[in-house]
């Protein structure tokens, strides 16, 4: 029975390639005739060229990016659907010439009880069935039965093949170093979750091992599926802890179809800044904080200030005394406008000139001259290119980039003294720092913050919005016109041609325009280790989707950053007031039972508010505690790395070390083991990869190797999270290291 339902899944999933392949020419045929299409000048027709050229590039890319496992279960239907009751579930919809469906889109409503389907509620459902791939080729079959007249061999065609279970295959194969979809071993709790509603935030919490980040990916991949006309050009923002962790999930969206995904750390959500260290935690914690708002905010409003006594200024000889009464009149008028700093000063400007005229002209005819309305506009114009009036009104108000202006604040103490009558000198001394200094993880919410304040700096590129804004109009419209004259309404939205003008300004796609343009604001935003974000962290992505529709993944009992959230009310109120929702993960998929017994029996002893959770499986190994007795650390954690080599050498392994340790690990490990071994994130395409705590978050190995978990759990004030989170990384072997 076996080999011949084997057979037959290879002849049907021979045949879906064999339509895979079959589209991919046909696009490749359709980009390379609208390519060499001959438009002249004419505007329109080249736009309509460009327009179709982006669309058939990137169905193109999503034929190429799923074919592996493109196919990976089917369903048994109790009433047969265009005369067939089966119906084959994969990563993307396949229809043949005659629009007769072939391959069902997980993400579609009729995949739904492919996942959610049990005895009790079969929905429509005999039997469902896994089909494991090796590339394109079926190499096992094994079926969930909901109808027990299947078990009793009376239903010809309808044979079933029971084995070992695909979630079971999947929990313990190897790790390869990065992060597989779970598109084929969804579990039902986390189907609910994915495709729930796109309103509001949606926080999923759960402890290790739960599929927190898969659910979530799978989750952007299914709202992007179900949301094409909204989220096609207002773009996915996902999120991450680290440059690591986004390394071993960015496979994870292509292999689902979804390609124009913005992917992103906490440290690179200010363009131009890739920030990947932090401060420590004290100024960690102040730079988190909401009080940093009001700073900021009275830090701006100081550098709009009037002289304290008059001012002399020379203006073609003539000398001009100038009343700080002037400067502050200009300065009123300009904050009542209500405009950022840099916007606002140029109302300030004029004011200022305006009076300085009034003032200039005033004295001339004292002195006898005659001032008609043509010498005014010359005197203003001597007035603005004078050096002394330059100088009197930037030293009144001066426009900033937020660059500078967080960099003085740290390299002025007397200025931040000024504003912070408060604070402890040890508060202001964390904070301060030379102006030459590299921008920190925290400082990007600040930066962010100084944008929102000063806006844009005279003279940066966004003086071209407005001619982007007609161009936009202008591409709008001309994809309104290609719509109907192509015949293709319905298929495509004027929104999405528009998206792929060649005439636009800036023509990268929708994901590279959003990754470059801070006002950017996203249809949606994924955010993994939430837990981890400070109160000005939000502020920046909650910037970032005004309609505050998130997917927001965490643990509150894996917090260790020094301003990360003490619980989800307390991290989420103050952003969305009542306009998010929890569901929780209580499964463990990931890690062994007599691993998470340990590591959860530590966090109850250090006091972390964790949710216990029910592993699937008990597991094979049991925890090893080795003691490095004398030897150095650094050695006694290599002996341990090979021991588990011994065990399984084809498998991952991950060596976690306090931070005051990890490159003298890194060095012993990578002296022993050569080039099978890498540190930080480029030891995630190793078979061997030294970590940190903080950076092996969200990742999962075969084996971790822990070099001495006291230190870990003492290196911070919430130390005892990164040691939970490091226990809990294997999906195999666990060996703790103590000195």
């Known amino acids: 029975m076996l080999e011949s339902e084997l057979e037959r899944e290879r002849s049907v999933v021979a045949g879906l390639y064999e339509r895979l392949d079959a589209l991919?020419?046909?696009?490749?045929?359709?980009?390379?005739?609208?390519?060499?299409e001959s438009v002249g000048s004419n505007h329109q027709a080249r736009s309509e060229r460009d327009a179709f050229a982006r669309l058939y590039e990137d169905q193109l890319g999503q034929l190429r990016e799923v074919d592996s496992r493109l196919v990976f279960g089917r369903l048994?239907?109790?009433?047969?659907?265009?005369?067939?009751?089966?119906?084959?579930?994969?990563?993307?919809?396949?229809?043949?010439?005659?629009?007769?469906?072939?391959?069902?889109?997980?993400?579609?409503?009729?995949?739904?009880?492919?996942?959610?389907?049990?005895?009790?509620?079969?929905?429509?459902?005999?039997?469902?069935?896994?089909?494991?791939?090796?590339?394109r080729q079926v190499t096992r079959v094994d079926d969930e039965v909901f109808d027990e007249a299947l078990l009793d061999g009376g239903d010809a065609g309808s044979e079933v093949v029971q084995g070992e279970g695909a979630l079971l295959a999947a929990l313990t194969a190897q790790r390869t170093g990065r992060m597989h979809d779970i598109?084929?071993?969804?579990?039902?709790?986390?189907?609910?979750?994915?495709?729930?509603?796109?309103?509001?935030?949606?926080?999923?919490q759960g402890g290790p091992g739960t599929g927190k980040t898969a659910v979530a990916l799978h989750r952007a991949a299914y709202l992007l599926y179900a949301n094409r006309q909204r989220l096609s050009t207002s773009g996915v923002l996902v999120v991450g802890p680290s440059v690591a962790f986004l390394r071993y999930i960015e496979a994870v969206l292509p292999s689902l179809g979804e390609t124009g995904v913005v992917m992103r750390t906490l440290g690179e959500l200010f363009p131009g800044i890739e920030a990947t260290h932090d401060d420590e935690p004290l100024a960690a914690r102040l730079k988190g904080s909401a009080q940093m708002v009001r700073l900021l905010s009275r830090a701006v409003r100081s550098r709009q200030k009037a002289p304290t006594e008059p001012q002399t200024v020379e203006i073609n000889g003539e000398r001009l005394v100038v009343e700080p009464e002037l400067v502050t009149r200009a300065i009123a008028r300009a904050q009542r406008s209500g405009k950022q700093h840099n916007l606002a000063r140029v109302t300030f400007v004029k004011q200022a000139l305006s009076e300085l005229t009034d003032k200039l002209a005033a004295q001339l005819r004292q002195r006898g001259a005659t001032i008609d309305e043509a010498d005014l506009k010359v005197l203003?114009?001597?007035?603005?290119?004078?050096?002394?009036?330059?100088?009197?009104?930037?030293?009144?108000?001066?426009?900033?980039?937020?660059?500078?202006?967080?960099?003085?604040?740290?390299?002025?103490?007397?200025?931040?003294?000024?504003?912070?009558?408060?604070?402890?000198d040890a508060q202001r001394a964390s904070l301060h720092r030379d102006r030459s200094a590299l921008f920190t993880v925290s400082d990007v919410p600040l930066l962010d913050e100084a944008a929102e304040l000063l806006g844009a700096f005279p003279g940066k590129p966004d003086a071209g919005a407005r001619e982007r804004d007609r161009q936009r109009k202008r591409d709008l419209e001309n994809a309104r016109a290609a719509i109907r004259n192509m015949g293709v309404e319905g298929l495509v939205s004027a929104e999405q041609l528009a998206d792929g003008f060649a005439e636009q300004v800036d023509n990268g796609t929708t994901a590279e325009r959003a990754a470059a343009d801070?006002?950017?604001?996203?249809?949606?935003?994924?955010?993994?280790?939430a837990q981890e974000l400070s109160p000005m962290q939000w502020r920046v992505l909650v910037r970032r989707s005004p309609m505050k529709s998130f997917t927001i993944v965490g643990d509150i009992a894996q917090v260790a950053s020094a301003a990360g959230a003490t619980s989800w009310e307390a991290?989420?109120?103050?952003?969305?007031?009542?306009?998010?929702?929890?569901?929780?993960?209580?499964?463990?998929?990931?890690?062994?039972?007599?691993?998470t017994r340990e590591a959860e029996r530590m966090a109850e002893e250090a006091g972390l508010p964790i949710t216990r959770t029910q592993a699937v499986r008990e597991g094979d190994w049991p925890i090893r505690n080795v003691s490095a007795e004398g030897s150095p650390l650094a050695e006694a954690v290599a002996d341990a790395v090979q021991a588990d080599r011994d065990i399984d050498a084809s498998g991952?392994?991950?060596?976690?070390?306090?931070?005051?340790?990890?490159?003298a690990v890194a060095e012993a490990v990578a002296n022993r083991f050569g080039e099978l071994a890498a540190r930080g994130a480029s030891g995630l395409m190793r078979p061997i990869a030294v970590l940190t705590g903080y950076e092996a978050k969200g990742l999962e190995f075969d084996a971790v190797v822990l070099?001495?978990?006291?230190?870990?759990?003492?290196?911070?004030?919430?130390?005892?999270?990164?040691?939970?989170?490091?226990?809990?990384?294997?999906?195999?072997?666990?060996?703790?290291?103590?000195?």
């Open 380 to 424: 203003r114009e001597d007035l603005r290119t004078s050096y002394d009036v330059r100088v009197l009104l930037n030293t009144a108000w001066l426009p900033m980039t937020p660059e500078k202006f967080i960099q003085d604040l740290y390299a002025r103490p007397a200025w931040l003294a000024e504003l912070t009558p408060r604070w402890t």
């Open 571 to 595: 991290a989420l109120t103050p952003h969305f007031k009542d306009a998010w929702r929890l569901e929780e993960l209580t499964v463990n998929y990931r890690t062994p039972a007599q691993i």
């Open 518 to 529: 801070r006002t950017w604001t996203y249809g949606h935003v994924v955010v993994d280790e």
């Open 24 to 36: 991919r020419v046909e696009t490749e045929e359709r980009l390379t005739r609208v390519r060499r």
């Open 183 to 204: 598109v084929a071993t969804i579990q039902a709790e986390q189907d609910r979750i994915i495709r729930s509603d796109l309103r509001g935030a949606l926080v999923v």
């Open 652 to 663: 991952t392994v991950a060596v976690i070390a306090p931070t005051a340790e990890v490159d």
């Open 707 to 739: 070099a001495d978990p006291d230190a870990l759990a003492t290196e911070t004030p919430r130390g005892a999270a990164s040691l939970y989170v490091a226990m809990t990384r294997p999906t195999q072997r666990l060996t703790l290291v103590t000195r």
């Open 76 to 135: 048994l239907l109790e009433h047969p659907v265009d005369g067939t009751a089966h119906r084959y579930i994969g990563r993307i919809g396949l229809r043949d010439d005659d629009q007769v469906s072939l391959l069902i889109d997980w993400r579609a409503q009729q995949a739904s009880a492919f996942y959610q389907a049990t005895a009790s509620e079969r929905m429509g459902v005999r039997a469902r069935r896994h089909l494991t791939m090796s590339g």
